[in-house]
């Protein structure tokens, strides 16, 4: 059986790369490849000697202790944010494998075989791109990339499939989950500093690590192969199953979440705007409160690794650091927060039967993220604001320092609101990009997610620069015909505010026929 699946796998790999090949033959795919394989091809040829990742000997030690910091935050957010299943199996494998004479260790064997494979393209490809030119340099780089992807990918995975095994009241319970609690506090860090220890050890470090992160890989590898989560979801579609559950009498009986009331009433006619906004803020609310005890255990990680660097914490340090908070929020809320197009694509035949226009579901699509986001930024601008007094141009007075956060938040959340139109607008041009089945990309499709990615990125940033430059140029020439005081700030934020809004309305009104015209067939659902 292990030769049948790994005909399986090639045939997958195989069928995947002729589907990408064929959709070159649309014009827009066809010139984004061109631009991504420019990119990567003068990435390989102007890279330095020793690659891109050169830490001089002084900051070693501290890039040691970010590194094992961001690991651990990255390790312990598949324990508290909302996270899908890696190992979730598609509507065909469940009709196809699911009935075979096959194990449950040996699907579970195939999919984790399918993630490793993933990992080793992508470490590949990191290799390709960032490291040093000389082979024997490179080979470790590549070794060290795929040991610390291939140990965080099968630790979330796991994570992930307990979390799920918890929810439907399956997991473990009382005096045993508050030991599991224990145990993933504790070993997360440790996790953490052994991954920080194999991406940037020296030799003599590697060699006392290194069996400890195959160990660790071999201990979650064991931990998913323990696990049936996936399978319960899976199999629950199955007819037989269930008429199995129901005569033997075990039916599972999953715990169900209170119902929680939506923050205002959704009238029973009014636009369709609205409506969406209703039905995107009731998701982003579904988020579990330990998100933001998530947020705080980031700041509070990152401000201990301020201390232990010998920063000196007074009024302007905290104030930039509020500040660079905001800078996180407009330029990354965006991209985490999907609750919107690149989430709705794959209800898009439901979508299409509505007798509304695209640029109304476009503009609907849009504001439940934009609002999420301008209230959370509203805090650490203030704060930055009221703190840091380098960033202040009209004096350090209250009414500057008030109009300055006032010119700021409008401005923010004016680039949050662009920023959230230019990627939904890629979505709806690049439909065939965006995956909208949980875990699709986790088996594979991780070199076409890192071109998405880049495609997102930069092409996001480029749009932006583009957008920004009009009213850009009208808020500075405000400010400097009407001087440096604090009714100009307030003029200037909100002249830049109100030229970028106009001209997303706009946007949304183009991209709005995109999505009248997009394929049904191009929307990959699995």
């Known amino acids: 059986m292990t030769g049948a699946l790994l ?3 090639v045939c997958s790999i195989r069928n995947s790369i002729r589907i990408r090949l064929r959709r070159l033959r649309q014009p827009r795919y066809l010139l984004i490849g061109l631009g991504l394989a420019t990119y990567v091809v003068s990435i390989l040829f102007s890279r330095p000697p020793q690659g891109f990742i050169s830490i001089p000997e002084d900051y070693r ?15 312990g957010s598949a324990w508290v944010l909302p996270n899908t299943v890696a190992l979730a199996f598609t509507s065909a494998e469940v009709q196809f494998l699911f009935p075979a004479p096959v194990t449950r260790r040996q699907l579970i064997g195939y999919k984790i075989w399918r993630l490793l494979l993933a990992t080793a393209a ?8 960032m490291a040093s030119r000389h082979p024997s340099a490179a080979a470790g780089f590549a070794g060290r990339a795929f040991i610390v992807i291939a140990v965080m990918t099968l630790y979330q995975t796991g994570v992930s499939l307990h979390r799920k095994r918890t929810d439907e009241g399956m997991g473990v319970r009382g005096w045993r989950r508050s030991m599991t609690t224990a145990l993933a506090l504790g070993l997360t860090p440790a996790f953490g500093w052994v991954l920080a220890r194999v991406a940037l050890g020296s030799p003599r470090e590697l060699a006392v690590v290194l069996p400890i992160a195959v160990v660790l890989a071999l201990a979650c590898g ?93 009024r302007d ?26 989430q709705d694509l794959g209800h898009l035949i439901l979508i299409k039967s509505w007798p509304v226009s695209g640029a109304a579901v476009f503009r609907g699509e849009l504001l439940a993220p934009f609002i999420a986001l301008a209230l959370g930024l509203v805090v650490p601008v203030l704060l930055g604001c009221i703190l840091v007094d380098k960033v202040l141009v009209g004096g350090s007075t209250v009414a500057a320092r008030l109009s300055m956060g006032i010119a700021a938040h409008l401005a923010g959340s004016s680039v949050i609101l662009a920023l959230l139109v230019i990627h939904n607008g890629i979505a709806v041009s690049f439909p065939a990009w965006v995956r909208v089945t949980p875990g699709a990309v986790a088996g594979h499709g991780a070199m076409e997610m890192m071109g998405q990615n880049m495609v997102t990125l930069y092409g996001g940033i480029f749009a ?4 920004s430059l009009a009213p850009a140029g009208a808020a500075v020439a405000a400010f400097f015909l009407l001087g440096a005081s604090p009714m100009s700030q307030l003029i200037g934020g909100g002249l830049f505010a109100g030229l970028l809004f106009l001209e997303c309305v706009a946007a949304t009104e183009l991209l709005g026929r995109v999505l009248d015209r997009v394929d049904l067939q191009e929307v990959a659902t699995s």
């Open 7 to 9: 005909y399986l796998t």
């Open 61 to 75: 030690q501290l890039a040691g202790i970010a590194t094992a910091v961001l690991f651990t935050l990255t390790l």
């Open 122 to 129: 992508f470490s590949l490809f990191l290799t390709v791109i």
């Open 222 to 314: 064991s931990w998913i192969l323990q696990s049936d989560a996936s399978f319960e979801e899976a199999a629950a579609e199955s007819a037989e199953k269930l008429q199995l559950a129901i005569r033997s009498g075990a039916v599972l009986r999953p715990r169900l979440r209170p119902n929680r009331n939506s923050a205002f009433a959704l009238a029973p006619q009014g636009r369709i705007e609205n409506a969406i906004l209703w039905k995107n803020w009731m998701l982003i609310g579904r988020m579990p409160w330990t998100s933001i005890g998530f947020m705080v255990f980031i700041l509070i990680g990152l401000a201990a690794g301020m201390g232990i660097a010998g920063a000196s914490f007074n």
């Open 317 to 342: 340090v905290a104030g930039l650091f509020c500040l660079v908070v905001a800078f996180g929020i407009v330029l990354l809320g965006p991209t985490m927060i999907r609750a919107d197009l690149r």
């Open 464 to 467: 932006l620069l583009i957008a």
